[in-house]
């Protein structure tokens, strides 16, 4: 079959391809053949086989298409040339990114890994701004008489403030991940199975490829 590159990931070994039926094929390096660019738009020929393509190989462009191995033409082999770089998928970069790039996007899909990584990150500091608390209301109230002031949990209120409509955001992605409506996120504010739906909505398998909500986000591996 014939099909077009869509995405690459050199780092994560995993990208899309195309395909000139309308449907998007899964491959790895080892499906490819060495002389393939893969820069987005260029023209392969693979074997499908259930949803991945394998012994892909350079198609032959029609004339003014993209450029063939040998054309004297810039040739990439990994990261798409075209496409951004693949941001980090460290803890602490999902963590940030929840809270300043993504605090109100509730479209898309967030994988698990970016899921826990907020609980991860969000509890360890929420209890770096308790125990700091802890020390300012000691140091107003002295160790004789603790307990008469809340002043030092406020930096603590702060944060549980601010993290609330990411933490919203965040749930409603991860839902979309795995095939679900956001609206099931309201089953996190019922007191008696919120925590058991958090739970599970961080368990559950993703779904690899596309879905109503979007391609799979870059960097996950399959």
Known sequence: MRGTVYHYDQDQDFGYING????????????LNQGVALVRGTLVEFRPDDGTAHDIIAAASPAGGMPT?????????????ETEPVEPTGLWSYFRRALTENHVNFAGRARRKEFWAFWLCSTLVAAALVGFGILVNLAIDGFDDPGRTRTGYIPGL???LLITLPWIALVVRRLHYIG???WFALLCFIPPIGGVAILVFGLIPSQTGENPWGAMPAGVRI
Do not use: C, T
């Not at 000139?20 to 499906?31: Q, T």
């Not at 990439?76 to 040339?81: M, P, Q, S």
């Open 158 to 160: 702060i944060f549980a």
């Open 180 to 182: 679900l409506s956001g």
């Open 69 to 81: 191995p040998g054309s004297g033409q810039p040739q990439h082999f990994g990261r798409l040339a």
């Open 20 to 31: 000139v039926d309308g449907k998007r094929y899964i491959f790895a390096r080892e499906d």
